[in-house]
């Protein structure tokens, strides 16, 4: 993975033609748009080739904050759950929070057209019925049903604009 999630900037268009099925998000942040990203009976979604390459060694997929699933590597999956093992020593809310992150986990294998199949459990807790937004963050990629991911990407331009506590990120 690239660094500060340099590696993790393409999302999912799936249902523009004119795209083949992806696009770049733009250097100003541009908020994708959903379109329908379950296309069969399998739940599967389709991760853009650059993500494939990264997975290639192995993923996992489990709940995440704010009602996505994150996807790591193999690798990156491991340090993670070696932090919330940690984590889990630490009081009864904590311990629960890993319950949810182990029982909620699995393994994800995908497929020659790049298609991940997401496991029923997960598609519910994501809410991901139609229209999906795939988009790498930090060292992970996120799967968002697009009305969730449009409604965090709303509170996340308000606190750039109010918060005084967040660097100014060179702007």
Known sequence: MGEGGVG?????????????GRRS????????RGAPALPDAK????LPAKF???LADGAYVTKGRGGCLFVYTAQEFEA????????????????????TF????????????????????????AGLDRDVVVAGVFSRIEIWASQRWLE????????????????????
Not at 43 to 46: A, Q, T
Not at 102 to 125: M, N, Y
Not at 152 to 171: C, M, Q
């Open 43 to 46: 739940g599967r979604v389709i």
């Open 102 to 125: 182990f029982a909620g986990a699995s393994e994800l294998t995908i497929d020659r057209q790049g298609r991940a199949a997401l496991p029923p459990t997960l598609r519910e807790f």
């Open 8 to 20: 993790w900037r393409e999302v999912v268009d799936q249902g523009d033609p004119a795209h083949h």
């Open 52 to 54: 494939r390459d990264q």
């Open 80 to 99: 993670v759950a070696e932090q919330v093992r940690e984590a889990s020593k630490r009081g009864t809310r904590e311990l629960q929070a890993a319950r």
């Open 25 to 32: 998000v733009s250097e100003g942040g541009d908020v994708p």
């Open 152 to 171: 965090r990407a709303r509170e996340g331009e308000a606190s750039l604009a109010t918060s005084d506590d967040l660097p100014d990120f060179g702007l």
